[in-house]
Structure formats: C-alpha cells, structure tokens
C-alpha cells in the first residue's frame, strides 16, 4: 500500500471522528437540560392526556343520548351541534370510541363519516326482524307493483251463452284504469315490508339495509338494487319499509 493511500484514508477517517467527537462533547455538557427537557415534555403529554379523558367523561352521556336516539348512528357534526365544539374534536371523540366499541364507520358520498354503534336493544330489533320471516304469509309484492309500474293491456273478453247447468263461477275483475292509479300502499297485501325481507329482494345482507335506512340517499340506493327499480323508504314508528309512490 502506498503512502497516497494510507494518507486519503487518514482523512476520510478524520472527516468521520471530528463530528462525533464535537457529538460527545455537546451531549456531556448539555445532557441535564436534554434530560430536563425530555422530563417536561413527559410530564405535558401526561397532563394533555389527562385533560382529554376528563373532558371525554363530561361528553359521553351526550354520546350516549344520541346513540339512543339515533338507534345506534352517529355523525361528527351530531355530537358537535350536541356538544357545541369542533367537527375535528368530536371526529377525535368518535374515532375513539370506535375503536373502543367495534364500531362500523362509512365514508358518504359528500365525505362524510357515519359511525354505527350497535347495543343489546339494536341488536334484537334486527334479530326479532328476522325472524318474522316465518310468521308472516308469504306477500306477493313483485306482481303488484309491477302491475302499479306498467299496467297490462286489457284483455279482451267474448261474450257467450251457455246453458245454465254448464255455467262456470265467475273470474275474478280484472282491475280498471282507477284502480291501477290507486297509492301503492293501498295495492299491497301487507302494504310494508320488514328488514329481512327488503335484504332479501336487494340481495344484500340485513345488516347492510340497517346501516343504511336512514341515509339520505336510501330510496335511490333501494331502487339501483330493486328488481322492479321500486324506491323504498324506512318509517321509525313502525320500523318496516314502505315503496315510495312515483
């Protein structure tokens, strides 16, 4: 090896060990205010934490009064008109509990976030909707409001005359024009239809039809997955769902 090169590795050397010593030096001379410094901010993320769980005991009955009264839905902008603060505040607030709840959290087409909490008297609301299934007779909605959609042509009829032995009971009426322009809720059997049964002429699963019978968009939603494009709307005193009259 040549003196050049035992003499560029000498400096290369030097250019790493001048750092590092200058390094220790400002460590052993200031390392009481690094520590103190360290302490403080400790002592500040302790305290910031301490403050925020104390306000989050003053607002939870808010958030549990609004779970309530929502049946389980909740919205940043809710709790903040409830609590009169912040939309960041109360989405910090509501991302918590989410976590702490196993909540459902879905994103809106506007952007923003609903948050599904779903308790003990939710949850048996949605089981007692299904199985009212097996009680309830089978309801022939399709037909009707396809009929109510697009009424059939009227059939024509010929009259004739047999004798009176041979006379057949009469076929029910055929409904006329009036009664075709009826409400649809007068047409149905039933005249609503239950969660499970709505999930099952959607295809989709009765947990989704109840996360999202209170959107604003929910009619339009039924009705891109409705075999007949009928629009369903959700009524809260009867809890069942109703077609929405075109």
Request: charged share 25%; with cysteine; proline share 7%.
């Amino acid at each position: 090896m040549s003196e050049k090169t035992i003499e560029n590795y000498g400096k290369s050397f030097l250019v790493l060990i001048l750092p590092i010593s200058f390094a220790i030096v400002f460590l052993v001379n200031t390392w009481k205010f690094l520590a103190i410094l360290l302490l403080l901010l400790m002592v500040f993320n302790l305290w910031q934490q301490y403050r925020w769980e104390k306000w989050c005991n003053q607002v939870n009955p808010l958030f549990y009064e609004l779970i309530g009264e929502n049946q389980g839905k909740i919205t940043p902008m809710d709790l903040a008109i409830k609590g009169n603060f912040s939309g960041q505040v109360a989405k910090r607030y509501l991302d918590g509990k989410a976590k702490e709840f196993g909540a459902s959290v879905l994103d809106s087409e506007n952007g923003d976030q609903s948050y599904y909490f779903i308790n003990a008297s939710i949850l048996g609301d949605i089981l007692d909707s299904s199985e009212l299934v097996e009680k309830l007779p089978a309801q022939p909605v399709t037909k009707i409001a396809r009929s109510f959609l697009a009424p059939p042509p009227p059939i024509p009829q010929k009259e004739e005359v047999q004798p009176e032995s041979k006379l057949e009971p009469e076929s029910e009426p055929v409904p006329t024009h009036e009664e075709v322009r009826k409400p649809l809720e007068e047409q149905l059997v039933f005249g609503s239809l239950i969660q499970s049964e709505l999930a099952k002429r959607l295809n989709v699963y009765s947990s989704t039809v109840y996360k999202r019978r209170n959107d604003p968009d929910f009619a339009e939603w039924c009705r891109s997955r409705d075999p007949d494009g009928i629009a369903w709307s959700y009524s809260r005193k009867s809890k069942e769902f109703f077609p929405v009259e075109e």
